[in-house]
């Protein structure tokens, strides 16, 4: 089974702008959620979707949006890029709930705002 | 949300030496896993372990829920044992909750 893919892996952009990245899930994986990592706040969960419904938030503004497809691919935006969002940001899939469940991440996008 | 400790932060090591990092979690929890973070910053998943004993080659974890903490053991050391190792939590669903992270650095 192939594993959690993500794309871009690697992205440049200027303050003010919106990216999106994209994560696609293990096959057969409904649960869908994305993690921004920095250097000063370490891992932070940002939001999950399941079944195209988000079902956690993290505590991020609301610049920091997702979706989920009916095929389970996620989507995460971030819009008015700020310097500060320059982060790894990484994508874990699993079956469903996440209870007695192993998360699987992807290899993450790194993201560097100039 | 969820506290996480993990200690120590940092560990250097000999190759072949042993080690034991700590995971101290501030509630009750549903999920708990260990991963190594690679160099190209991949989380690797190396045990679920909510409760109880698990080993995986060199490597065995073990949770005791009712005290909030969990210990990874790596034995017989490895340069390639080298990077980041991160417990996570959760109680709700999907949503998880990061330590800091144990540094670690094998020595050849």
């Known amino acids: 089974k192939a594993g959690v893919t993500q794309t871009p892996r690697y992205l440049i952009k200027t303050r003010g702008q919106q990216v999106t990245l994209s994560c696609s899930p293990i096959s057969g994986h409904r649960s869908v959620s994305w993690y921004q990592q920095t250097p000063g706040q370490g891992l932070q969960f940002l939001f999950e979707y399941f079944s195209e419904t988000q079902r956690n938030k993290g505590n991020f503004p609301g610049r920091f949006s997702g979706r989920q497809f009916s095929n389970s691919r996620s989507e995460m935006n971030v819009s008015t890029l700020e310097l500060g969002d320059s982060a790894l940001y990484l994508c874990?899939?699993?079956?469903?709930?996440?209870?007695?469940?192993?998360?699987?991440f992807g290899p993450g996008t790194r993201l560097l705002v100039l | 949300g969820i506290q996480v400790e993990q200690s120590p932060p940092d560990l250097i090591l000999q190759e072949g030496a042993n080690s034991t990092l700590r995971c101290n979690f501030s509630d009750s929890v549903n999920n708990l896993q260990w991963f190594h973070q690679n160099p190209w910053g991949q989380l690797i998943n190396l045990f679920y372990?909510?409760?109880g004993t698990k080993q995986n080659g060199r490597l065995s974890a073990t949770t005791v829920a009712t005290e909030r903490y969990s210990l990874l053991y790596i034995s017989s050391s490895q340069t390639t044992d080298s990077g980041v190792y991160f417990c996570?939590?959760?109680?709700?669903?999907?949503?998880?909750?990061f330590g800091s992270g144990t540094k670690l650095n094998v020595k050849p």
């Open positions: 372990i909510p409760s």
């Open positions: 996570a939590v959760s109680y709700n669903f999907n949503k998880f909750y």
């Open positions: 874990a899939s699993s079956p469903t709930s996440g209870v007695q469940e192993t998360q699987y």
